[in-house]
């Protein structure tokens, strides 16, 4: 492990590996954090494998980790790295085994005050309209046809069935479509895993959450997102399930079989390909895939939650259950996008994308604000919406961090906390929980991860994103 001593202080909230300190580094290696949390990133191997990802070919200017960065595989959970696109690599490792894990934000024109007493009505209905749990399938079985055209057309295929509205696509990440997708890329093996599972929640660490609106940091901004204090919203935190997993499996295997021979990696899990070789492409384009089905798995069970809502609130309200999406996000991807005027795969595993105001990718609606950035965080504890900012385009290729982060593995969480200790201190948080088992529950307890406060602190006094709005749970609907 690393002497954190031989980190060079840049700001407050920001260090550097120097790009000398390794002979076979190409870059610098910088990391969010404050000298408190460096200490505590400092007891894993994310630290290690940050400057293993400097040594890839076609790595640019640096390689940066998020505040909430933590061990993953091959690429530090939390990791962004931007590759030349002409003469780069890209790596499974750099996207991770749930391609396109992401968050969606629905929000609505009731506040608690009118709706505090439907909410245990509200998280029972939707555990039961949102199918979730390892392994678990949904209400619909797609056929090979239909798989290949969710594959193709992501969210705009769910859109186009009924599932939503065509509004809803513009406040998605790249319309909810990456359009050089190709199902013919990914294998049989992992469309018979997503046949049965769009529009599902999965296990691990996905949630759909029922939050309230505690606070808003910058008016200006509430308005632009339509945030109001003690307005009540959906938090849908999930991915390719399966599919993505499979897609993954498949081309790390490939990608060890293939390695060019000009590549010289420290680990093999950063197995890679030439961005523009056969190789290269052949992921690009499966992953791509994998990513469209997780924007219409979250299309789809934003129509379900749609549906509790109305359900729920029709039968006993005249309040506006009519949900809007304020954005969808992806965490886990690599995508195409220029910077200094040259074109990078950028990729972020475990960080989101954070666009500043003027970006043409940006809804027009928040252009001027600069984009949504959705920052969910560990089960009974806060979430945060932000705004992207210019300084992220300069500094750190527009991402931001994705969540609170790990700070203790699963297994450790399952040796050390107390189920019914947990359900007692969600209780007296006044939170409804619904999970599929007390191992799941147990798994992803607040202190297996890291202060989400802390750790957005630290985005928003660097810069890189400003605070909007602080969200609290009032129910977690888990599998």
């Not at 940050?50 to 530090?76: R, S, W």
């Not at 296990?203 to 109001?228: R, W």
């Not at 750190?396 to 961090?401: I, K, M, R």
Request: include cysteine.
């Amino acid at each position: 492990m690393i002497d954190l001593s031989k980190l060079k202080k840049l700001s407050n909230y920001l260090w550097e590996v120097p790009g000398s300190f390794r002979g076979d580094m190409r870059v610098p290696a910088r990391i969010y954090a404050t000298e408190k949390m460096l200490k505590k990133i400092g007891q894993d191997r994310s630290l290690d494998q940050l400057i293993n990802v400097t040594t890839l070919p076609g790595v640019y200017k640096y390689c940066l980790a998020m505040p909430d960065m933590h061990e993953g595989y091959g690429f530090p959970i939390g990791g962004v790295a931007a590759v030349d696109a002409e003469n780069g690599i890209i790596s499974p490792g750099g996207v991770g085994y749930d391609i396109n894990c992401g968050v969606r934000l629905l929000t609505g024109g009731f506040n608690f005050d009118e709706s505090k007493d439907l909410i245990l009505d509200l998280a029972n209905q939707i555990q039961r309209d949102v199918p979730s749990g390892v392994g678990r399938g949904g209400k619909i079985k797609l056929d090979k046809k239909e798989i290949d055209e969710v594959l193709k057309n992501g969210a705009l295929w769910a859109v186009y069935r009924g599932y939503g509205e065509k509004r809803d696509l513009e406040f998605t990440e790249e319309e909810g479509r990456l359009k050089n997708a190709d199902p013919e890329f990914v294998f049989e093996r992992a469309k018979k895993r997503g046949q049965d599972q769009v529009g599902t929640l999965g296990a691990g660490n996905h949630f759909l959450e029922i939050q309230k609106v505690e606070a808003v940091y910058d008016n200006t901004a509430a308005q632009h997102f339509e945030l109001k204090k003690n307005q009540i919203v959906f938090m849908i935190h999930t991915g390719s399930r399966g599919l993505g997993h499979q897609v993954c499996t498949d081309y790390v295997r490939i990608l060890n079989k293939e390695m060019p021979s000009d590549i010289r990696l420290p680990d093999r899990e950063l197995v890679c390909a030439y961005f523009n070789s056969e190789q290269g492409q052949s992921y690009f384009k499966a992953m791509s895939a994998a990513a469209n089905f997780a924007w219409a798995n979250r299309q789809m069970i934003s129509h379900w939650v749609r549906n509790s809502v109305k359900q729920i609130l029709q039968k006993k309200s005249d309040l506006d259950y009519n949900l809007k999406i304020l954005y969808d996000v992806a965490h886990n991807i690599a995508k195409q996008e220029i910077y200094d005027g040259k074109e990078y795969i950028v990729h972020r595993k475990g960080a989101t994308r954070c666009f500043g105001p003027g970006r043409i990718e940006v809804p027009e609606k928040y252009r001027s604000i600069g984009q949504p950035v959705i920052i969910p965080g560990s089960m009974g504890t806060a979430s945060y919406v932000l705004s992207g900012t210019n300084l992220a385009m300069s500094e750190t290729f527009g991402s931001a961090c994705h969540g609170a982060g790990r700070q203790m593995s699963r297994k450790k969480a399952v040796e050390s906390i107390n189920y019914n200790a947990l359900k007692t201190e969600m209780s007296a948080k006044k939170i409804i929980t619904r999970a599929g088992s007390a191992r799941g529950l147990v798994e992803e307890a607040p202190q297996a991860y890291k202060d989400i406060d802390e750790v957005v602190d630290v985005v928003h006094n660097s810069g890189i994103a400003k605070k909007v709005a602080r969200l609290v749970p009032l129910a977690v609907i888990k599998g």
